[in-house]
């Protein structure tokens, strides 16, 4: 039997190391280039505009107080508590200024009015294929005071050069104020504009920037307007809105997850859009409008003072990041990057930012019963991903074509289509022979170990039959016994004497043997940059 077993392995082993039959040996791609890839063609560019007319004071200094700074001033330089230059002096004084901006400035009339427009930029993405759509609620709703102060530090730029001119002027009256001077009054005149700003009616639109072909986005993108279903709070609430936007078929999606599947210690992946490239003007148009995934580990479950729960993870994002998906290892996506932490300085904390658990993004989804779906576009994509990444081009190629059918639009497919093939023309298909084939070769390989099985049996038999013995006959019966020699079945027996029994004549031809008995059976037979919030 093992003499048997032996053989069919070798003969298995024979068939499989055939030329063009082995298994290709699968290559190992990282996890996070798996999930960018699965990911990028349903994280969307937002850009939501606002625009609305600006009432702005004229700053007007309080002399009063103005006076009272400048003997204060005087007396510390008598003193020798400030250096006597000039310099130095521009430098206190509006340092004090700075502190308390209303105490040394007042607004006046008139007022004067600019028409302001400003654009802010987030990450959304995709939850059903006919174009519902998942960021974060300050990404369509931000706080009245931070694009207060956006509308002060963006459309008012040229107000607020004309204020520190005569701000500067104002003080040091002859010479001209330092740098470092300059930045102060900047800082002063910003904050004053900000905090005196009258803003009007506001125009709020929000759009998709559909990615171009090879992805991210160029001066041809589409501009998809968008409508808002739903919208929860800005951080420190549930953080998270719904959009729609109309038309749409066959979109890719992402898979939500649950908020078990991860725990702490876990690594988090974000996909989105950080406005720190997007805004980067050193950077093409259409290399900064990609999207950046980035990693990073899970490290702690928080919640606020009203109780909202979030992660924090030390995976790297920034504003325009907001609203983005993060993912686990099973590349579901667990929650949506909302904010950033801050120091006790007010700055920004190195990679240190909060998400918001999926299950409160499924509870925004269910008051308007918006049902989460894997689109057919992204189930046939992410099965030619696999495909592709194992370097079974000549399968995944179909698959691609397939895709491309479904979603015409869709921005990545088809580079890996012109991919593929160049990877085939190229003689680097590893694609394992059609179902068909195997068939075939199990057939051989049964077809040969029937063969093999049938010459071991022979030759055994062939050695039981001993030298001198006939065709057919199989082992003549040892002396005195009946049947053959090591027999295990049944207890031995005298042999029958030969020739006729006593008294009667014998047969002619001579005594008669009888045939020997067949040997019996063998036993065991084979078988943005927009506000981006946070928190102090």
Not at 43 to 57: C, D, E, G, I, R
Not at 89 to 94: R, S
Request: hydrophobic letters at 35%; glycine letters at 10%.
């Amino acid at each position: 039997m093992r003499r048997l077993i032996s053989a069919l392995v070798a003969v298995g082993l024979a068939v499989l190391a055939v030329p063009g039959t082995a298994w290709a040996e699968e290559k190992e791609v990282p996890l996070a280039t798996r999930l960018a890839a699965k990911s990028h063609p349903a994280v969307q560019l937002l850009a939501t505009n606002y625009s609305a007319k600006l009432a702005v004071p004229t700053m007007a200094a309080n002399d009063e107080e103005v006076q009272k700074l400048v003997k204060e001033t005087v007396g510390k330089v008598v003193r020798g508590e400030i250096p006597q230059d000039e310099q130095s002096l521009y430098k206190y004084i509006l340092e004090q200024w700075a502190a308390d901006v209303d105490r040394f400035l007042r607004p006046v009339a008139p007022d004067r009015v600019v028409e302001a427009k400003v654009t802010g930029t987030c990450t959304g993405w995709w939850v059903t294929p006919d174009g519902y759509m998942v960021t974060g609620a300050h990404c369509v709703k931000p706080d009245t005071e931070e694009l207060g102060k956006t509308f002060a530090k963006q459309a008012l730029d040229q107000i607020n050069k004309q204020d520190v001119t005569e701000l500067i002027q104002a003080i040091a009256q002859e010479g001209q104020a330092s740098d470092a001077n300059i930045e102060k009054a900047t800082e002063i005149v910003v904050e004053f504009n900000a905090k005196h700003l009258k803003i009007g009616e506001i125009s709020q639109s929000t759009a998709v920037l559909q990615s171009v072909q090879g992805g991210g986005v160029d001066k041809t993108a589409k501009e998809l307007p968008v409508e808002i279903v739903t919208v929860g709070e800005s951080y420190p609430g549930k953080d998270v809105a719904v959009l729609k936007v109309n038309g749409q078929q066959n979109l890719p999606t992402l898979e939500l997850g649950a908020d078990d599947d991860v725990q702490v210690g876990d690594t988090f992946y974000i996909d989105g859009f950080p406005g720190t490239v997007t805004n980067n003007g050193s950077l093409s148009l259409e290399s900064r409008l990609q999207p950046t995934f980035t990693q990073g580990p899970y490290n702690a479950q928080r919640s606020t003072q009203g109780g909202v729960p979030y992660y924090q993870t030390q995976a790297p994002a920034y504003g325009g990041n907001s609203g983005g998906p993060v993912f686990s290892d099973s590349g579901k996506v667990v929650g949506i990057l909302i904010a950033g932490l801050n120091d006790a300085g007010g700055q920004s904390a190195q990679n240190q930012q909060l998400v918001l658990p999926v299950s409160v993004v499924k509870e925004k989804l269910n008051e308007k019963n918006v049902k989460p779906v894997t689109s057919g576009t992204t189930l046939s994509y992410n099965k030619a991903l696999d495909d592709y990444f194992k370097r079974y081009y000549k399968r995944a190629l179909p698959e691609f074509r397939a895709v491309q059918a479904l979603n015409p639009g869709h921005p990545y497919v088809g580079k890996y289509i012109s991919d593929s093939q160049a990877a085939i023309n190229a003689g680097k298909d590893e694609t394992p022979p059609p179902l068909v084939t195997w068939l075939l070769i199990g057939v051989a390989v049964v077809a040969v170990a029937g063969a093999v099985v049938l010459v071991i049996m022979l030759v055994k038999r062939r050695s039981r039959r001993g030298p001198g013995a006939g065709p057919g006959t199989g082992f003549p019966p040892g002396p005195g016994m009946v049947g053959n020699p090591g027999d295990p079945f049944g207890a031995q027996q005298p042999a029958p004497p030969v020739g006729p029994p006593p008294g009667q004549p014998a047969y002619p031809g001579g005594p008669h043997t009888g045939s020997p008995m067949a040997p019996p059976p063998q036993p065991g037979a084979p078988g943005y940059q927009p506000p981006w919030p946070g928190a102090q």
